[in-house]
């Protein structure tokens, strides 16, 4: 078998890995469990090529292959994909692929293809749904409230909530945790980031300076903050569109907006109340730029010079 896995879920790609992994036999695991960077692919296919020795699976498994790293003399070693034998599990993982190249085209004529994208962080019911499927599948009860708790403190990680939901459970031992005990040993993470966006778009300056420093000093990594911030600018703009455009019921603003709870409408109804709909769309399109910079490889000095920026955008108006 073939496969190959795409998507910058990394939590959900490790998890499908772990179970091509369990049909090995556990004390065949040396002989029969390969890893490969993409830069060995020849190696690869030879080690996938061969039948394993035991009689059973073998698993061969090529990383962070995005493809464009090869060329016709890699194309040329996968023209021996046919030959991979039925008791082989060959895995192609890659973080995102351009669908367009011939290299693509060629593996997934003989690979299924498992994509598993990241959940978008302003979908908290989609993230909500996540936790509570990950609950639920280590048998931990979580009440409603605590769900919703997580999917705030934790955002779209899904490794870090995979570690945070072992935890409850072993806390838990088999009893329903409520939101007090879990706010107690769930830190909420985000909670910084959405001060610093509240003091952007009060363009509090040195709140903003103080903030970011916090965060910073604790290592929070930059493209939380940025992630963050991106939620938190797009819902405000969402709803002063929705509300200059003349929606007025809390239930049809919730539902244009995609808020999952209608009960915070009313918040964000007052927080966006004086607030320049120009500004906040500048806002969304800076920081849409931030993220992209950060990616390339931006420090947290072009961070710091970038938000400050934002945050006069609000002093303006």
């Known amino acids: 078998m073939i496969v190959l896995l795409t998507g910058d879920d990394q939590h959900a790609?490790?998890?499908?890995?772990?179970?091509?992994?369990a049909e090995i036999d556990a004390q065949w695991l040396t002989l029969c469990y390969h890893r490969f960077p993409a830069d060995r692919l020849d190696q690869a296919i030879s080690v996938a090529r061969t039948r394993s020795l035991t009689g059973g699976k073998k698993l061969v498994i090529v990383e962070n292959c995005h493809l464009k790293q090869w060329g016709d003399t890699e194309l040329e070693t996968l023209q021996?994909?046919?030959?991979?034998?039925?008791?082989?599990?060959?895995?192609?993982?890659?973080?995102?692929?351009d669908k367009r190249l011939k290299i693509y085209k060629?593996?997934?004529?003989?690979?299924?293809?498992?994509?598993?994208?990241?959940?978008p962080p302003w979908r908290t019911d989609l993230i909500e749904k996540a936790i509570a499927t990950q609950a639920k599948k280590i048998k931990l009860v979580l009440s409603k409230n605590a769900v919703e708790y997580l999917a705030e403190a934790i955002g779209n990680d899904m490794t870090r909530a995979a570690t945070e939901l072992r935890k409850l459970y072993i806390y838990g031992n088999g009893r329903q945790l409520e939101l007090a005990e879990v706010k107690e040993l769930v830190p909420c993470q985000t909670q910084n980031s959405l001060q610093l966006a509240s003091a952007i778009r009060q363009g509090e300056s040195n709140q903003v300076l103080h903030l970011l420093d916090d965060?910073?000093?604790?290592?929070?990594?930059?493209?939380?903050?940025?992630?963050?911030?991106?939620?938190?600018?797009?819902?405000?703009?969402?709803?002063?569109?929705?509300?200059?455009?003349?929606?007025?019921?809390?239930?049809?603003l919730a539902q244009m907006c995609s808020?999952?709870?209608?009960?915070?409408?009313?918040?964000?109804?007052?927080?966006?109340?004086?607030?320049?709909?120009?500004?906040?769309?500048?806002?969304?399109?800076?920081?849409?730029?931030?993220?992209?910079?950060?990616?390339?490889?931006?420090?947290?000095?072009?961070?710091?010079?970038?938000?400050?920026?934002?945050?006069?955008?609000?002093?303006?108006?």
């Open 13 to 21: 790609i490790q998890e499908q890995l772990n179970q091509y992994k």
């Open 80 to 97: 021996q994909l046919v030959q991979v034998p039925e008791f082989t599990i060959l895995v192609f993982v890659a973080t995102n692929v």
């Open 106 to 119: 060629h593996i997934v004529k003989y690979a299924k293809l498992f994509e598993f994208p990241l959940i």
């Open 215 to 252: 965060l910073l000093s604790r290592s929070e990594p930059l493209m939380v903050i940025v992630a963050t911030l991106l939620t938190q600018f797009r819902t405000w703009l969402w709803i002063k569109s929705a509300i200059v455009s003349g929606i007025k019921k809390d239930s049809e």
């Open 259 to 317: 808020i999952s709870n209608p009960n915070r409408i009313y918040y964000l109804r007052q927080e966006v109340a004086n607030t320049s709909i120009n500004a906040l769309a500048k806002a969304v399109t800076m920081v849409l730029d931030l993220e992209m910079s950060i990616k390339r490889g931006a420090e947290s000095k072009d961070l710091l010079l970038i938000i400050l920026s934002v945050s006069r955008l609000f002093k303006l108006t």
